[in-house]
């Protein structure tokens, strides 16, 4: 009997090795291609069912992480916002209904046809004020690019969202000069354009026509160079606290608002609930959407510690809910947008365990994209439904963390990180994929 369990023992040593030996052949084959060779990679592969790592390869090492930071909010926004986000929070007195800012940046926004506090706005016949909290926000997080100000993907950030805080912008055919080339005009989809000023210019560098906001105010270059390929562009807008937001809302409703700076007890106020979390939460990993992210984190600053502040719940955090991280992390922002956040490999082994550990394989599964679905579109098409992963990239940095679940019906946990690499991105992403689509396949 002693014999047959020291040979099982034995033969599940010599499986371990081998699975260990075969990733080791994959890794170096991996680390041998020359773009990857230019960089430095981090790789940690983990087996939640067993509580084992099955490879580690400079995982304690810390690295610039890009959107996969969104992992880290995907599970503060799971544990403190609840099922449904909260759109505001009001108090409906005898003549005037008050409404306190929640910083839901699904409020007016495209995505969501249902807009339940803009009904009840538009519903009530009294006095509607707007309270200003004195909580500041940065509209940018730290070490975000200057030059991002003019792109959608950076969207100003603060207590009381409209419109993903973007101008809608299209591009009208105004008059024919002469054969394949047009003049434009601008409309304005989602305000009225009389509020932004929009200053003409000559812009050589482009042969498109260009939008660029100027830092600080809520004036846009724009080049006129008789052609544009996107005839819907989004531009940030200057929020000014929540002023901008409350004078495109009394546009919107058609009747004057107050917007006060006044002392508020939370305990009078009811919440109004907007979209489902997990719905919105969908659409943030499928799209990386760094503005529902960066509110994400805002809205459970306010649920967890009682004021909207990124800096104070990241150390909180870490400080009592994820003490116990491997490696200690840079954290500074809820999208990855800047290069000041370092993580390891570890660190997001460590999150997606808690991920699954505490809201099941069911529901990530849901949330996150898989293989042709979201931002890995065109990449994983034939293991999809056998991996569900968030990408991160920025110039210079590709990153991807997530779940795979082999052939041999194991369920890993995995994130492979790749910073200050010299080549294409596209061949990056490919040599990741024949990678993991190996493990996939072998174990």
Not at 93 to 114: A, I, Q
Not at 199 to 204: E, G, R
Not at 222 to 246: C, D, H, K, R, Y
Not at 412 to 427: A, E, Q, R, V
Request: charged share 20%; with cysteine.
């Amino acid at each position: 009997m002693k014999k047959k369990y020291f040979l099982i023992v034995l033969f599940l040593v010599g499986m371990a090795s081998c699975v260990i030996a075969q990733i080791e052949t994959n890794t170096d084959g991996l680390l041998n291609n020359p773009i990857i060779k230019t960089g430095h990679l981090g790789i940690s592969i983990y087996e939640p069912a067993t509580e084992k790592y099955w490879y580690n390869y400079n995982a304690e090492k810390l690295f610039i992480p890009a959107s996969n930071t969104k992992l880290f909010t995907l599970y503060v926004g799971m544990k403190f916002l609840g099922e449904q986000l909260t759109g505001i929070f009001y108090n409906d007195t005898r003549d005037t209904f008050f409404v306190l800012p929640s910083g839901d940046p699904t409020f007016l926004h495209e995505d969501f046809s249902n807009q339940p506090v803009f009904e009840l706005l538009k519903k009530t016949k009294k006095q509607i004020v707007i309270i200003n909290q004195d909580q500041p926000i940065h509209p940018y997080g730290k070490g975000w690019t200057w030059d991002d100000q003019s792109e959608a993907y950076a969207a100003q950030r603060n207590t009381f969202p409209i419109y993903g805080n973007l101008l809608q912008l299209k591009w009208i055919k105004k008059n024919k000069i002469q054969q394949d080339s047009f003049a434009y005009d601008l409309n304005l989809l989602n305000g009225d354009i009389t509020d932004f000023e929009f200053l003409k210019k000559t812009n050589t560098e482009s042969v498109d026509n260009v939008i660029i906001k100027i830092p600080g105010k809520n004036k846009f270059e724009v080049s006129l160079n008789g052609m544009s390929n996107q005839l819907i562009q989004e531009v940030p807008f200057e929020t000014n606290g929540i002023e901008t937001a409350t004078h495109l809302l009394q546009q919107k409703l058609g009747k004057s608002l107050i917007l006060k700076s006044v002392k508020i007890k939370k305990e009078a106020f009811k919440s109004l609930y907007s979209q489902k979390t997990d719905t919105f939460f969908k659409i943030m990993m499928h799209r990386s959407d760094n503005f529902y992210a960066e509110q994400t984190l805002l809205m459970a600053s306010e649920k967890y510690i009682g004021l909207m502040s990124e800096t104070d719940i990241i150390d909180t955090l870490l400080k009592s809910t994820l003490k116990d991280i491997p490696q200690q992390p840079r954290w500074v922002d809820g999208s990855g947008l800047s290069r000041y956040n370092l993580f390891s490999p570890q660190d997001f082994i460590y999150i997606l365990n808690k991920l699954q550990k505490d809201y099941g394989y069911e529901k990530l599964e849901y949330i996150l994209p898989t293989g042709g679905k979201g931002t890995l579109a065109n990449y994983y098409k034939s293991d999809s439904g056998f991996i569900f992963a968030k990408t991160g990239s920025m110039s210079n940095n590709i990153t991807l963390c997530g779940i795979i679940k082999t052939r041999k019906n194991k369920t890993l946990l995995f994130s492979i990180m790749l910073n200050n690499y010299i080549g294409s991105g596209k061949l990056v992403r490919k040599q990741f994929e024949n990678y993991l689509h190996e493990i996939i396949q072998q174990n």
